[in-house]
């Protein structure tokens, strides 16, 4: 009954996620099993997805957003924490890159044949180490059997034309021996030239409120929207009530045209005196100056049309598994690559007075190759319930391009191996031991360089232990790990406003742990409590990166000297369940010492960039999540599920010095505002119908970067999908799926407040889908 009860309660979030703001009919499910029953773990199963990157995959659910650098590279972003601080993982392995440290390269994923995304909320440092000190996101691929088919073949086209919308194309085959073999092979592309958008590609802000009531310019807002924004003090040809006719007769003594002007009526030069003809424009009481306020675009200010929002996918992999009594080994083959453009964005954002028509667009070319193998066994040694080894190697490679010419390469080669023990329940125990390696190089070249030559190792052993009695249920988990950043031989050079003078090694010891419980309260509630202390060394860019990190638009300085971050999160969940109706409510509260962020130094170095370095504090995060759904049976007329969802999240420096209050603010720029959405899922036989919509509020807690930070407005996304299923018993062709799908039906301006390019590239425009995909 216990597990019933908190199970169907913590489902409260499935009706909602079901019904994605994507075409598609997504279904979501929070782990119920060990050891996750206490965790805030989301499943996103893919039947038919359509995503564009992974963010936006998973945005639908409470908690989780996208980074939204424009339409083409969106991670997620759990609550309000991403790049070095949320775990990306395929098929239990980790694929952080560049994706970690530069918003503008997307994480490889493929759309189509994705089968889901686990989703852990809460911290998740003792599963996968520092990197997931703000959650972690494992995606399933696909392309690994775990468990053999039902059917020795099946082949899945499919085809999709898109209106504002990517055209897709994908070919999935499986073919088995229903005994030992059994292997899968996936092709699949995207594509679009460019995306449509209700107005203009700047925000109207970017116009109406550079120039501050209070004076001066807003260089943050200014900066953000690539603008040329100055203020010139200019001579006002109506404050003086005659016009100098000596300068008049003699203009090449003049200064200025305040020379031409004068308070008196006659004027005496070289003796001779001059009357002064009366100024026809003169106003009394108006001031000798005047201010010239100069508003230029740097980029341009697109209508109708997202300039530079090209994208170009490209997937193929395959992937065997050999079954036999006491478990099955895969290996597998995986290639991706992305072509496409950041929108409204030059990587140049070029000075004042420079001919802006020569800037150029930035585009990004990303490739990479995994080769993995994964391995289980049954009951391999006495008290062992299950060995799991997993062993894999990661080229990443990803490249800004500034028009034709390469800014910046940078390679990331990473070996990787885990090997997880289950042991064999022991009463209520039961748990796990692991042992986890990676050694990743970095090498970069291009002329654009703000990262050195680096190879990092880390290595660590961790134990998960699970209690579970008939009242409640219990776990806790520890892990020891240790990271190395090494700096290696290149022509990488810091700017003369580094802060490190000379480039040293760095090594850190870190330790996590997590404590919880859950219980039933009676037969309708439920309760979860939570308590982690986790760990995370500094990554690369903040330790070592100096010079112009164009894709942040920042002059970015790194401090070797930094100190690991320890966060302390406590996290409470109340659940009810009763006859179809779930609901769950979460609180959390993150207190990080040391947390790491950009600093902004109060300077500017050339192209406008701000300079910042990275710097720690003490800061607080804290924010909750509320879901709703209630289950429906209407008969003849099929099922019905409604669902709700509301979400909020802050994240304040708790005592800022007078410098990080004055630059930076309280609160960081770019988080994510509180959200609360409303869905409809209607299902009848092969028929299936989704609406939803998603409000977006206007931000209320602002950051800095010195000028304040200004908020745009809110906005409603309302999507609808409908689609349909022919069964073909007869035919080679078994079975052929139909949809139809409309995004952002309301055509809004929709501008996520935690992306980077909110005031520059709003999301699309309406856009909608056909397609077809057909099982053989």
Known sequence: MRLHVLAAAILSTFQY???????????????????????SVVVVENQQAQNGTLGGMLEHVSGVQSSAFGPNAGAPVIRSLSGNRVQILEDGQSILGMNALSGDI?????????????????????????????GSVDVDSGLVSRKMEDQEKEVELVLRKGFNNADAQGLRLNFNDQKHFSTNVQLSFQKISHYTIPGNSKASVCNSQLFPAKGGVNTFLADSCQKEARIQQVYNKSSQPYIDQFMTENPDW?????????????????????????????????????QNKINRDVTPDYHGTLGNSYSSNAHFAVGTTYFFDGGYVAASVDSKESKYGVPGFSMENLSFGSNYAEGMPVGVVIRQDKYALEAKLLEPVPYVESAQLRVSRLNNASGERLGATKANDYQFDTNQAELLLAQRRAGPLTG???????????????????????????????????????WASFDAGFRREKVEHEIENSGFKTSRNAKNSRLEDRDFSLNSYNLGASTELGRLFGAKLRYSSSQRAPEVNELYASNRHYSIMTQEEGDQNLKAERAKTTEFTILFGNRGFKASATAYSMKYANYLYLGHSGLQTANRLPLKYWKQTDTTVKGFEVDASQALDLGACGKLALSAFADLVKNKADNPDSLRAHNDGEYLPNMPTNRYGANLLWENQDWKANLSGTRYDKQKYMGKSVSDEVPLDGYTMVNFQLSRAFQLPNSSVREIEVFVSASNLLDQDARPHNSPLKYIAPL?????????????
């Open 17 to 39: 996620a079901h019904a994605s703001e994507e075409i598609t009919l997504q279904t979501i499910n929070i782990q119920a099993e060990r050891p996750s029953n206490i965790d």
């Open 254 to 290: 003049a200064d200025g045209d305040f020379s031409f002007y004068t308070n008196n009526p006659t004027s005496v030069w070289q003796r001779k005196t001059y009357v002064n003809p009366v100024n026809p424009a003169y106003v009394p009481g108006t001031p000798t100056t005047v």
């Open 764 to 776: 699309p425009g309406r856009g909608f889908q056909l397609g077809v995909t057909g099982k053989i």
């Open 106 to 134: 997307n994480i490889p994923f493929d759309p189509l044949f994705v089968r889901s995304a686990t989703v852990n909320k809460s911290s998740d440092s003792v599963r996968f180490g520092g990197n997931a000190i703000g």
């Open 432 to 470: 796990m031991l692991g042992v986890n390696y990676q050694a990743r190089e970095i090498s970069g070249s291009g002329s654009q360089l703000y990262l050195p030559d680096v190879n990092t190792t880390s290595s660590a052993l961790f134990v998960k232990q699970n209690l579970d009695f008939a």
